[in-house]
DNA sequence: CTGAAAGCGCTTACAG
DNA sequence: CTGAAAGCGCTTACAG
């Protein structure tokens, strides 16, 4: 019914006086290298085309498993309203990933319930294999997906499942170390690092990062990193810490930004300029912001880079059925030089 | 080998000791009340479970014959990097409306090629209906997919083909009117109207709108129709229009907004302010700007509705088989009462 | 060079 | 009450 009066490679057959399967063979490029006339081949190609014919993705799965369809499932909304500013970079580095490699891709949000049931997620496989956008690791029903030899490639790093899990995320952990050798080689030795609560891969990664950072130059990590609700935060912090000997800031960026928020506001509040009282920075982008304002130190999120190497890598998995030496990608996060880095100054 | 060495129907039938036919009804619910011992239904669901059992989608649909798959022909990226303000949210509201009614969405860029040909479009039909996102109406292809009975409706008004092609648009005309109705109220009777040459409907609509308006209030449309190509438009001829008796300024609203940024740059080249000196409306909602200023008098373009509406209307197409009523639907534009509107004010 | 056949994993009449 | 069969639209050996 839903692809009601649409040509078959049968009716092709019909038309071209040959059977179903050279039909078959015709359209399908004749992978197989078997011996066909010219006059034939046009035959076919003719009758397909004044037909209007293609192909049925779904039969074509089920017969070969191959279809030049990839899946995008995401977790929240594949177009989100809140977290837009970072994952619609990923999504635009997707699409153009996919199109270079004259690939098609669907998008899994079909999900009537709101559970990422098994259900939901073994739909995926009607692609030839699948991208999985957010945190969320629903372990067994990509365990199951894993087991079965279905494709698929997480957009962020993923340490579930005993690292079986092949993903393109971002090297938080070099990027973050990065920062903290910078403000070393400014003379800072009283740090901060605010973070926030939440434990994603792309929060541990940037800690570790920091703590790597801080060992590398000999200073301690004793009190640095800071955890935020986002409200926690205000003036008598920031003075406090000033008084302990603390000369630099470095806040952790996320889709909500609270921490970045915590920390801004709370300089706003002490009064406090940037980098003449404090030096700042920030572990990624800060978001977009109305009005004018210092480019704050930090690095830049490879997103669209990240969604194209995905798709890439998904792709190479589709062909190889599976194997890939190394299916575990982090791509560098290029530093933003900003403004709001200085010499140490103590208060 | 996609699916590896998952169980499947015929192995649970082994099992169970029963067809895998019986399997299949036992498993799907037994939709078509066939009578099944309780024993029976018992040792097939228990067998299932034991082999871990999960259904292959792409073999259900085949069967069922519904892929439950939904197109999006965008002409350009379907996650476009310059337009991205006025694609978004269409897109928000096609996934929340693709969603709701249980269906996968699958993108069909066309922009690979750069001509839309008619094997680009025709791809669409892998999915049971498609939407088309943008201006161009490749008229022959559209013409084609029509005559063939594929659903496709278009997101925005399209007069194209006489009319055949079914979409969802948004009430420019009367929203555009209504702007008109209210300079008329607060005593304007000079009036400019300031649009791009691009002639897509949503443009004519605007320019129709303004016209009907003027004239129902009895104001000529004697030169208020202005033309720019966001260059050509400085403080001079704002001061000539004030000169001529102008009182109020209205823009249209494009992807660009070339006519807005010409606008109020000649607005404050000429150092006038909004309504103090002129009053000023847009058609339609001013790009998200940076910094403050005043609210502009203007309409909401409920893209996020249009989209949704577009995917429930396909769906409808889809399931009714091409047929309906009345496939062309417009939706109201609500009024954003800003801050730029005031009585008139003759220099 | 091309056709007939089997099969992908399921659903759905239709016989028993 | 349950099984055997046909079929969804393709691909892929395998015969001619």
Do not use: E, I, P, Y
């Given at each position: 019914m839903a692809r009601g009066q649409l040509p078959r490679q049968a009716d092709i057959a019909r038309v071209a006086g040959v059977s179903q399967a050279t039909v078959s063979v015709v359209l399908g490029g004749n992978q197989g290298g078997v011996r066909l006339s010219e006059a034939t081949r046009q035959r076919v190609i003719e009758a397909a085309e004044s037909l209007g014919y293609v192909p049925d993705p779904v039969a074509t799965r089920l017969a070969s498993?191959?279809?030049?369809l990839l899946g995008l499932y995401t977790f929240t909304a594949t177009f989100p309203t809140d977290v837009a500013d970072s994952y619609y970079p990923i999504l635009v580095g997707v699409e153009e990933g996919a199109k270079d490699l004259g690939q098609d891709l669907i998008l899994?949000?079909?999900?009537?319930?709101?559970t990422h049931d098994d259900a939901s997620i073994r739909?995926?496989?009607?692609?030839d294999g699948c991208l999985f956008l957010g945190r969320h690791v629903p372990t067994e029903s990509i365990e199951r997906l894993l087991d079965s030899g279905f494709p698929l490639v997480y957009i962020g790093r993923r340490a579930e499942l005993g690292g079986r899990i092949p993903y393109v995320g971002a090297d938080y952990v070099a990027a973050s170390a990065l920062i903290i050798a910078k403000l070393a080689e400014l003379g800072h030795r009283g740090i901060r690092y605010v973070r926030e609560h939440d434990n994603a891969p792309s929060s541990a990664d940037r800690e570790r990062g920091v703590l790597e950072g801080l060992s590398a130059v000999g200073l301690?990590?004793?009190?640095?990193v800071v955890r935020t609700d986002?409200?926690?935060?205000?003036s008598e912090q920031i003075h406090a810490w000033r008084r302990a000997g603390v000369t630099a800031v470095v806040v952790e960026e996320t889709d909500t930004g609270a921490a970045f928020d915590a920390v801004t506001g709370a300089l706003f509040a002490a009064g406090l300029s940037c980098p003449a009282d404090l030096s700042l920075a920030v572990l990624g982008r800060p978001p977009t912001r109305i009005g004018p304002g210092p480019v704050i130190t930090g690095f830049e999120v490879p997103r669209r880079e990240m969604g194209r190497r995905a798709v890439r890598l998904l792709a190479e998995l589709v062909a190889a059925k599976g194997e890939r030496p190394d299916p575990h990608q982090l791509l560098e996060c290029p530093p933003v030089d900003g403004?709001?880095?200085?010499p140490a100054r103590s208060r």
């Open positions: 498993s191959r279809n030049n899994f949000t079909g999900s009537s319930t709101k739909r995926t496989r009607l692609a301690s990590a004793r009190d640095v986002g409200t926690d935060l205000g403004q709001t880095l200085g």
